[in-house]
Nanobody
Framework: QVQLVESGGGLVQPGGSLRLSCAAS????????MGWYRQAPGKQRELVAG???????NYADSVKGRFTISRDNAKNTMYLQMNSLKPEDTAVYYC??????????????WGQGTQVTVSS
């Protein structure tokens, strides 16, 4: 069984920073692409940033220059450093990972989500 657990969300003022973490645990053989998604009330879930196992990254236009995605393959952990936060960044942030598990092949996993609220 594999679990993705996010942490680091919370309430922050506009212009502030937060760092999200996503830790994968379980019978993991390898983790391929990982990504952060977000869903605001009344809106569809959208990709915020993605990162390959080799470290190649991509970002939504709305967060380029403000957010930085990274990962530590040895720890099966991914991060999202969010700077210059805006009220429109308010959403539930979800971790996603393409994981090759022992005995089950490659499966797409999601975390439970962590709330990020940007407000004064």
């Amino acid at each position: 069984q594999v679990q993705l657990v996010e942490s680091g969300g919370g309430l922050v003022q506009p212009g502030g920073s937060l760092r999200l973490s996503c830790a994968a645990s379980g019978t993991i053989f390898s983790i391929y692409v990982m990504g952060w998604y977000r869903q605001a009330p009344g809106k569809q879930r959208e990709l915020v940033a993605g990162i390959t196992r080799g470290g190649n990254t991509n970002y939504a236009d709305s967060v380029k220059g403000r957010f930085t995605i990274s990962r530590d393959n040895a720890k099966n952990t991914m991060y999202l450093q969010m700077n210059s936060l805006k009220p429109e960044d308010t959403a539930v942030y979800y971790c996603n990972a393409d994981i090759h598990t022992v005995g089950a092949g490659r499966v797409d996993y999601w975390g439970q989500g962590t709330q990020v609220t940007v407000s004064s």
